[in-house]
């Protein structure tokens, strides 16, 4: 029995859902990966004023809450870029996923078949551990925050304790 053209799109078009859905969450990423560089930007040119002129902050204090944020804002630099490279191969792998859902009703290989689910899967993994990614990158936000809103670089026990 041969399947209707219809179909056939029906089919391709399930991995281009999650195609789309990476679109999003690549866009928020991206977007964040931006804000994150301009705010190293801005820490660097800060951090060099401040080494021009000593006397806007005699006692380092400014000075050392930026020097401990830029190593921060760097980790999460790499982890904001390693969810970006997951969520990129994960669209690469449900375009070949859709891909072989459209051999397969050219050629009934059982490789082909294989390949529609390792693809399939591989992505959803992908997706899965640029979540996790991300998710880690949010974390560490917090701490990066708590470094700037504090009156002192250490912190404070009664706010959660000095920040990691």
């Known amino acids: 029995m041969k399947t209707p053209l219809i179909q056939i799109i029906q089919f391709m078009l399930v991995p281009g859902v999650m195609v789309s859905a ?3 969450l690549l866009l928020g990423m991206n977007n964040k990966y931006s804000l994150i560089i ?3 930007r801005l820490l660097k040119e800060e951090e060099r004023r401040l080494l021009r002129q ?9 000075a ?8 921060r804002l760097m980790n999460r630099l790499r982890l904001v870029r390693d969810t970006v490279i997951s969520f990129s191969i994960g ?5 070949l996923s ?3 859902i459209g051999f397969q009703f050219i050629s009934s290989a059982m490789l082909i078949q ?10 959803m993994a992908c997706v ?9 990158e949010i974390y560490r936000g917090y701490d990066i925050i708590r470094i700037e809103t504090h009156p002192m670089l250490g912190g404070d026990e009664q706010n959660g304790g000095p920040p990691a």
């Not at 050392?64 to 190593?71: L, N, T, V, Y």
């Not at 294989?114 to 992505?123: M, T």
């Open 22 to 24: 990476c679109g999003l």
């Open 38 to 40: 301009n705010r190293i």
């Open 54 to 62: 000593q006397t806007l902050d005699p006692e380092g204090v400014r």
């Open 64 to 71: 050392a809450k930026i020097a401990s944020q830029i190593p």
């Open 91 to 95: 669209i690469g792998l449900f375009i």
């Open 98 to 100: 859709s891909l072989f």
């Open 114 to 123: 294989v390949g529609i689910v390792v693809s399939f899967l591989a992505g």
């Open 128 to 136: 899965f551990v640029g979540v996790i990614y991300s998710a880690i």
